[in-house]
């Protein structure tokens, strides 16, 4: 029986620390106290190992003081723990020479050495792409029971090798060995004879991939991952599951089942949205065939600050920027078995070129079109505006696109003003139309609505947001397609609709929102906190955003400012709540975009912290400065 008590205490750093004996390791314990101690063979869901010992800590008991790898020795009672004193950290910056000299190149190694103050190695240098810290081994053992790979040989010449070193079968392409490696080292083509199946990821369009276990998109509602039951290793091996483990909310739960609920509901707006035509329906185009054909929406995705290439437009076969991008127009639209216009591309075109010359002034944009649909409010301005910058439109419609023999350039043969021309460019953008939802004929089916000849929903010229069925309303693209303003006032009339039909029973189920107490900021020296938002290009584009961020911090009563990726998502949303408690801000300013839409927003933020909304200001610092000041980004800073 062991005699020791339950509760015991222990001193680290200076700090008297009471803990329950034998529960957790130092490592824990100073990572629970907010003590940063450097580690690179540790992971919560695994054993500790100890093997790359950067976490050595001064241990006393007793008399004795010695040497100890924090992951693996037990915080008990009766001793003194040092984890800064400078022996440990003498040790530490021999051993990340060490580990500099087995892979000099590595970027985390030479992060984690600079943070020790270790800038070079005095040892031999070996170039190699390991460092034995032997997470991936334990994983592959521990989490998907397989041995894949293990250690062989001792001393200078150990390595990680599969069985018999020579690719095999056992490794099941699950991706955890390159996943959990410090260095992101890629063992599969060494270790498995099976294909390695990526995931593409949905949100950007295949142009880059993702985990079993994602969010779907930013700024989605609910802004929570979710699991791929088709891809993680758990659902198909019944193995793994170090995401559950290492989730310290204990949020993920696999036996959570879909759910179909129920609701009883008085009118029915329908708005599924479209499906994007895929540029494919075209085949001579060459999308799927060449790698420099991409899709506008793979374009899209690239053009933005949170794509795959974070807003660098480059080409796919090469990550290199391209010098001169084609558009082609009308792909899947006005044609034999699409034939309405999809309102949309032409306008979305402009705006690609437009945005991909203000990435690159020198950049050659060619959109090649059948009719430019200009027709909206300000489209026509927008589309001279792009012509003065120095976007080329050539009224044409090509037949093919052809990859240069040799290269993964394309080749453009067209006819214009009775002249045959053939061209070249570094990358062609397919602008593709809208059709109908996806098993849009259930959705005709189950709610009892008619659907025109185009397949969209059937409704009457005066009254475009009322279906055939009374009660049943629809906006959006389900109705034909539309942009984004068309969409908004097709929602908000559709929303009338339903109010108007309901009005009888209003208010009969409506909760009011209950608020924490507000905060008394009587006599309170203002608190402020600032929130300055990237906004992608709009803002992070122009203006040095964190440099702003550093001079709001120098200002009277600025207690707390940083900087956002969005400020107006859901979670920076949490985090300027998370931010008021910590820092007991009384004050809150957020620099983004038009508080004609986001203001409500953050002062409804503000009421839910606790505090006044009045108590928050707002700077346009998108339409009064580097909208202004675009061509001027030091003036916007």
Known sequence: MDPTPPDATLIIDGQEVSIREREQTLLQLATGLGIHIPTLCHHPALSPYGACRLCLVEVKKGKRVKLVTACLYPAEGGIEVDTRSEKVLKTRRMIMELLLARCPDAQPLQHLAAQLGVHDTRFRKKYDDCILCGLCVRVCQERMGRSAINFAHR??????????????????????????????????????????????????????????????????????????????VHFLQNGCAICQESCEAKAIDF??????????????????????????????????????????????????????????????????????????????????????????????????????????????????????????????????????????????????????????????????????????????????????????????????????????AATRPFCPVETSRAG?????????????????????????????????????????????????????????????????KNIGGVADVPSVVEYARTLPNVVFADDNLYTCSTDTQARIKEMIGEHDLNRVVVASCSPRTHEPLFRNTCREAGLNEYLFEMANIRDQCTWVHKDEPEKAT
């Open 155 to 232: 001393g200078a010449k150990r390595q990680v090798l599969p069985p018999f070193a020579v690719p095999n079968e056992v490794c099941q392409t699950c991706g955890a060995c390159y996943s959990i490696c410090p260095l992101q080292k890629n063992m599969l083509p060494a270790i498995t004879r099976n294909e390695p199946r990526p995931i593409p990821s949905e949100f950007d369009v295949g142009l880059g991939l993702r985990s079993p276990i994602y969010i779907p998109y930013p700024q989605g509602v609910p802004n929570a991952a979710t699991i791929d039951d088709s891809a993680c």
């Open 255 to 456: 036996t959570q089942k879909q759910e179909t609920t129920e609701v009883n509901v008085g009118s029915i707006i329908l708005s599924p949205g479209y499906e994007p035509l895929s540029p494919d329906v075209r085949p001579e185009l060459g999308f799927g065939r060449y790698s420099n054909v991409i899709s506008a929406l793979q374009f899209e995705r690239m053009l933005s600050a949170s794509g795959p290439s974070f807003g660098k437009v480059v080409r796919p076969s090469d990550q290199q920027p391209p010098k001169k991008i084609a558009w082609i127009q009308c792909v899947g639209s006005r044609d034999v078995d699409h034939r309405y216009c999809s309102s949309v591309c032409c306008m979305y075109a402009t705006k690609e070129a437009i945005i991909a010359k203000e990435h690159e002034p020198e950049l050659g944009c060619t959109v090649f079109y059948i009719e430019m649909r200009a027709f909206g409010k300000g489209f026509d301005a927008y589309y001279n505006r792009a012509r003065e910058l120095g976007v080329k439109y050539v009224r044409c419609a090509p037949s093919s696109v052809k990859q240069v023999p040799g290269t993964a350039d394309l080749r453009i043969t067209y006819e214009t003003n009775r002249q045959r021309i053939t061209e070249e460019f570094d990358l062609v953008v397919l602008s593709s139309g809208f059709s109908p939802p996806r098993g849009v004929q259930q959705v005709a089916d189950t709610f009892g609505i008619e659907l025109n000849e185009h397949r969209f």
């Open 472 to 536: 049943i309303y629809a906006g959006g693209p389900f109705t034909g397609p539309k942009d984004i303003p068309e969409t908004v006032m097709e929602a908000s009339a559709s929303a009338s609709g339903a109010m108007a039909l309901l009005a009888a029973q209003r208010g009969e189920f409506v909760q009011s929102k209950e608020y924490p107490p507000e905060k008394d900021v009587r006599g309170q020296e203002p608190r402020v906190g600032v929130f300055v938002c990237h906004c992608g």
